[in-house]
């Protein structure tokens, strides 16, 4: 089993939709957890962190379930600009970054 | 603040020779690099952690003869490629910590794309 799992899509929503991603890991010692967007044969770029209270900024909302293992994503008021690939990303410990494939996600307009 | 650059952006060599990759961290002093590689469709790989003037830690079944890794100073790490082959083609890219929000967060370079004919 993978450690970082994700559905690779891809997601094709209208402008405006509004989109869930799912991720869950293996680990359970695992200490932190992350978004990462990554644009075609671009590096990533973080998101946002992601707490066990859950964590808005703006259109974007993250939720950590620590029991389930499982991590999600929801973008409300779908962009253009969302067109990407989304990472989830958990933090072994020392720095040790464990990336998922990602998450492709096309918004139409 | 917490920009790392990445020379070269995009590399074409012949099959058997070395290439060599740096990362630099511009604003900020890294204590810690990482290097990734990144095959189409496939999700970041990690494939050595570097701490300046000390040797690197390579990830299991990485080779360290093969991708020698030199951190020469708090600001410089390079990754070298050595004896090619097309089979390391793929996108690497390297990270820092240490910068100004977060001393954990890791701030990624934009990458090299190495093809190897």
């Known amino acids: 089993r993978k450690e970082v799992e994700q559905d690779p899509g891809p997601f094709n929503v209208p402008e405006g939709a509004t989109v869930a991603f799912n991720c869950t890991y293996s680990?359970?010692?695992?200490?932190?957890f992350f978004w990462y967007r990554q644009d075609c044969r671009k590096e990533p770029k973080l998101l946002m962190s992601v707490y066990s209270s859950g964590n808005e900024d703006g259109r974007f909302t993250a939720q950590l379930n620590r029991a389930s293992q499982y991590i999600s994503l929801l973008i409300r008021d779908s962009k253009l600009s969302d067109s990407a690939t989304y990472l989830c990303?958990?933090?072994?410990?020392?720095?040790?970054?464990?990336f998922g494939k990602g998450t492709k996600l096309s918004v139409k307009p | 603040g917490a920009v790392v650059s990445q020379h070269p952006s995009r590399v074409i060599c012949k099959s058997g020779t070395s290439v060599k990759i740096e990362c630099r961290s511009l604003d900020f002093q890294a204590t810690t690099m990482f290097w990734y590689r990144q095959f189409p469709k496939q999700s970041l790989m990690l494939m050595a952690t570097s701490n300046e003037g000390s040797k690197a830690t390579y990830e299991q079944g990485v080779e360290k003869d093969k991708f020698l890794i030199n951190h020469a100073s708090l600001t410089l790490s390079t990754l070298t490629v050595t004896s090619a082959h097309p089979e390391d083609s793929s996108f690497y890219i390297c990270s820092a910590t240490g910068g100004p929000q977060n001393q954990e967060t890791q701030y990624f370079g934009p990458g090299t794309r190495l093809l190897v004919l």
């Open positions: 680990n359970s010692a695992s200490q932190s």
């Open positions: 990303v958990v933090n072994r410990g020392q720095g040790n970054l464990i």
